[in-house]
């Protein structure tokens, strides 16, 4: 098997399990046994005590200090940022209409990587970028009959910073592995995601099914953590250009995954605006990958 068919099995393994994310947030918050603000900070702390497990085991160094800065845009984006914003929202929207507006998370990631990194865009993608934003604005818009809902406003909020995250995390990780990365992101938020889990845990743990358990160590260790381990190396093995084009699968295993664990309907207007923005920005970064 050569390198560039084993990265792009790395990176689906990664999608598939981030896309299970919103799906599986939805099942830790049924029955409000677990606050919207315990799920996430929690689930931050889990994968920070599994990042501090993996880099003693493997005897890591600390991070060079190129990496400080990145690290610190990774843990405002996807310890912070993404997670906590998603999973507030998810508390009163579906898990379908919460992915749908995150279909243009990749674009906001490619938007902010390379104003970042001073790297200049073809006008196609901008046009591309723009236009998908404006589509999914404009769903939301519609859903929410010529309104914008806060729900809404908190999704949108989270592609930016979750597009930070992620951008931030790419240029991490020319210093360090992708795991590496991600565990010293959760470990620099620790400070502020312990106090809080403590200070908003359930009051009877024992009343919490266990459903919402495996939900939230799944939240923990796989979406929060392990999920990054596939993905980055899938990256590195199978070239950003080509592995980062199975990210646009998430979208659709996304409402897959909501309408077979959650029973959500999924509405043609939905399908509809998914099946566009994945198309734009599929343009977008052929555009892109071509200059």
Not at 47 to 65: E, Q, T
Not at 75 to 93: D, K, S
Not at 225 to 234: C, E, L, P
Request: hydrophobic share 55%; net charge positive.
């Amino acid at each position: 098997m050569t390198p560039s068919v084993r990265g792009l099995m790395l990176g689906a393994l990664g999608v598939l399990i981030f896309s299970l994310t919103m799906p599986v947030t939805k099942i830790a918050l049924s029955g409000d046994l677990m606050s919207a603000w315990f799920i996430w900070s929690g689930r931050a702390v889990l994968a920070a005590v599994a990042g501090i497990a993996y880099l003693l085991l493997a005897n890591k160094k600390p991070p060079p200090r190129e990496a400080w800065w990145p690290l610190i845009g990774t843990t405002v984006g996807v310890v912070f940022g993404w997670p906590l914003l998603n999973t507030i929202a998810l508390q009163w929207v579906s898990s379908s209409h919460s992915a749908v507006i995150n279909g243009i998370l990749p674009l906001a990631t490619a938007v902010i990587g390379a104003t970042l990194n001073r790297e200049r865009l073809p006008r196609a993608f901008w046009a591309c970028a723009a236009v998908g934003t404006g589509l999914v604005c404009g769903y939301a818009w519609i859903r929410a009959s010529g309104g914008l809902h806060i729900p809404d406003a908190l999704l949108l909020a989270g592609v930016f910073l979750g597009g930070l995250g992620y951008a931030c995390g790419a240029i991490a990780t020319k210093y360090i592995s992708g795991p590496e990365a991600i565990s010293w992101a959760l470990i620099f938020g620790l400070p502020i995601t312990l106090p809080l889990m403590l200070s908003v845990s359930p009051v009877s743990l024992t009343a919490v099914p266990v459903t919402g358990w495996l939900a939230f160590v799944y939240l923990g260790l796989m979406s929060q953590w392990i999920g990054f381990f596939f993905w980055y190396r899938g990256l590195l093995m199978g070239g950003i250009a080509k592995v980062s084009q199975v990210q646009l699968l998430q979208l659709f295993l996304t409402l897959g995954f909501s309408s077979l664990l959650l029973g959500e309907s999924l509405e043609p207007m939905m399908l509809l605006v998914a099946a566009l923005t994945v198309g734009l920005i599929y343009f977008g970064r052929r555009t892109k990958i071509s200059t």
